[in-house]
């Protein structure tokens, strides 16, 4: 199933096609506090993120990308839990947490945030918060990262539906799936253990404007 795709200036780069410097890269991203402290798993160790990139290229039912435009790294994209039988799958995303810093400071030569992998042709995500700093484009950088995996997985997936999990407390994040249009569908009370106490999720939903 491994696959990239480019859409509005967006390069997505499939985890199991990553070189090492990339996957290195993604772990740093998913340790960070700033996505960490709303993932199901507060920390990733090398080696469990090298065995999960290497699974999934075996698994049908999960697909993770790395999504650069031009000269930065946006974050990362997922879809898991695929179904193609009843055409639908969860869907997480995160920020690139370093991006704010690498913008507001310009550091545009060396800067891991801001090179691109020499490929020619995209760690074990959880649920993400939604990001509203804004790209050059004028549009945030969360919101660029969904809207590419929607494509994803409305034309090129053709599904009909996705869903995602976010915790209760993520206030941030669920301003921002409701405004890009996730309908609420309900609560899982006390699906996560992390820190000692239990957390609530709440679970939301889209239908393909296509019509699939």
Request: net charge positive.
């Amino acid at each position: 199933m491994a696959k990239n795709f480019f859409y509005n200036e967006i390069y997505a780069l499939d985890f199991t096609l990553m070189d090492k410097k990339d996957s290195l890269y993604v772990l740093e991203m998913r340790n960070h506090a700033q996505v960490a402290q709303y993932m199901y798993s507060s920390h990733i160790s090398k080696q469990g993120h090298t065995d999960f990139i290497k699974g999934l290229k075996n698994n049908q039912k999960s697909a993770y990308w790395l999504l650069k435009k031009g000269g930065e790294i946006l974050g990362v994209a997922s879809l898991s839990r695929i179904n193609l039988t009843h055409k639908n799958a969860y869907i997480g995303i995160y920020k690139n947490p370093f991006l704010d810093t690498c913008v507001q400071t310009k550091v545009l030569a060396k800067s891991t945030c801001t090179e691109i992998s020499s490929h020619s042709s995209g760690d074990s995500a959880g649920n993400s918060s939604g990001t509203s700093s804004d790209s050059s484009a004028g549009i945030s950088v969360g919101a660029e990262i969904l809207a590419t995996l929607e494509h994803i997985a409305f034309s090129e997936f053709c599904l009909h539906s996705l869903h995602l999990e976010v915790l209760e407390s993520n206030a941030k994040a669920i301003r921002f799936y409701e405004k890009n249009g996730y309908k609420y569908g309900g609560k899982l009370v006390d699906f996560i253990y992390r820190n000692e106490f239990y957390h609530n999720a709440l679970l939301y939903s889209k239908i393909s404007p296509l019509g699939f």
